[in-house]
């Protein structure tokens, strides 16, 4: 978010790093995954319950123009949020008894945010420079929650329809500082009602005695305040050969809706066949929430995981 993106994706995390002038590019990409989810379950007949989807392919792109020898701009559009979900919850009226369900809750969810944005980075010098970008953050999503409360008599079936869309601005800002060996960074993202405030700073390091590697750590902060979740980076960029860049991160999330610290892997390449630069990028994240226990849920813990799929192709412009 903060120094591991000097291209034109620097729009959407940290507009400081956009490419000054002399390198300009469009790029476009396409993402795609699916996620998981298992459910521990009291009681011995059934275990746990999983369920997954795949996520749509979502198509992104961004380009950069440097307009002097210090101010650059750069624009694009991503999806950064997918609601897509279909979950079943059980709640008990006596926890001790498992077989004693009192309510089966339905969440039908599709949906999706957007972000289309323009931006500007400035070098106050050779070693700092700062930028700012902003735009609209846009989409919806078509929420059905469906309670099915059960009587000694008869069901209740109660259905709610959670349905939003959002259309507001939204900006991101950043500052990039350089140094002998390497560069530091921090960078900002705004708050909309449906997606969360998000805080960091890292440094990147160049470490000649490992073949020119670089090596970096990042704290990201999302909602920073008390309800805060906390995502810390470790990541490696390696010049495995002339046409070839290999790229590795760990991440480690935690946080008060954690139920214990879990970890992220990604890794990717970037290969040039001059004068197009192409990038394979592949995403992996597990996390463990806590469950509702005020509810008498069935669960103390959900398990999640994530992977992504991604490819970008650059052009100089």
């Known amino acids: 978010m903060t120094v591991g993106v000097d291209d034109a994706y620097s729009v959407f995390l940290n507009p400081a790093g956009t490419p000054g002038f002399g390198a300009e590019t469009i790029s476009l990409g396409m993402n795609y995954g699916g996620w998981t989810e298992t459910t521990p379950v009291r009681g011995e007949i059934i275990p746990e319950i999983q369920r ?3 996520m749509p392919f979502s198509p992104f792109g961004a380009f950069s123009l440097g307009i002097t020898e210090k101010l650059s701009a750069a624009a694009g559009c991503c999806m950064v949020s997918c609601f897509d979900y279909k979950g079943t919850n059980y709640i008990y009226g006596e926890p001790d ?33 700062i930028g700012v970008s902003g735009g609209t953050r846009f989409g ?15 069901t209740v079936i109660t259905q709610y329809d959670l349905s939003w869309s959002e259309n507001q601005f ?18 900002i993202t705004s708050s909309t009602d449906h997606y969360p405030a998000k805080t960091a700073i890292g440094v990147m390091i160049l470490a000649e005695h ?16 008390k309800d805060a979740e906390y995502i810390g980076r470790l990541m490696i960029e390696n010049p495995t ?26 890794t990717g390449f970037e290969m040039n066949f001059n004068p197009v630069i192409t990038q394979f990028g592949y ?6 929430r806590r469950g509702l226990r005020d509810n008498d849920q069935y669960y103390q813990h959900i398990d999640d ?3 992504l799929l991604s490819v970008v192709v650059f052009y100089p412009l």
């Open 283 to 288: 995403y992996y994240r597990n996390r463990s």
């Open 210 to 225: 490992l073949k020119n590697s670089k090596i970096g750590f990042e704290c990201e902060i999302i909602s920073p305040g």
């Open 140 to 154: 919806s999503a078509d929420i059905i929650k469906t309670d099915n409360e059960y009587t000694p008599d008869s």
């Open 241 to 266: 050969a002339s046409f070839l860049n290999t790229f590795l991160s760990v991440s480690f999330t935690d946080g008060p809706h954690c139920y214990n610290p879990r970890m992220g892997f990604s």
């Open 97 to 129: 008894i498992p077989d004693k369900i009192t309510m089966m809750q339905y969440l039908d969810s599709k949906g999706n945010l957007h972000e289309a944005l323009a931006g500007l980075s400035y070098s106050l010098s050779d070693n700092l420079s």
């Open 305 to 307: 995981t994530t992977t």
């Open 52 to 54: 997954g989807e795949d």
């Open 170 to 187: 939204c900006w991101h800002g950043g500052i990039r500082a350089g140094f002998g060996y390497g560069n530091a960074g921090i960078a």
